[in-house]
């Protein structure tokens, strides 16, 4: 069950670093829809979902995108989102 959750982390990891690099304003947006569509799930098949398409977006744009010091707070602040909340529902499907 710790799966999902550490390939959803290194996932968000990855989109971290790409801002620093340059993420830009594009990665950030589809980076909060990731962290809102996770938090929403109820299981981890939703997350495993969430993921796919988070793997999808960042292969298909995320070398792209140009950006600011300012997106790669943001983004921050969106994996910590995503990551608190994963990380709760791991957390919780493990106690059962």
Do not use: Y
Not at 11 to 27: D, I, S, V, Y
Not at 47 to 66: F, P, R, S, Y
């Amino acid at each position: 069950m710790i799966r999902p959750l550490s390939l959803v982390l290194c996932t968000t990891f990855a989109l971290a670093l790409n801002a620093c690099k340059g993420g830009g304003a594009e990665l950030v947006k589809a980076q909060e829809k990731f962290a809102e569509d996770a938090c929403a799930c109820k299981d981890l098949e939703c997350v495993k979902k969430v993921q796919a398409e988070q793997q999808k977006w960042v292969a298909e744009h995320g070398a792209a995108a140009t950006g600011s010091e300012e997106d790669a707070e943001k983004i921050a602040a969106a994996n910590k989102k995503l990551t608190d909340c994963v990380t709760k529902l791991a957390t919780a499907s493990a106690g059962k």
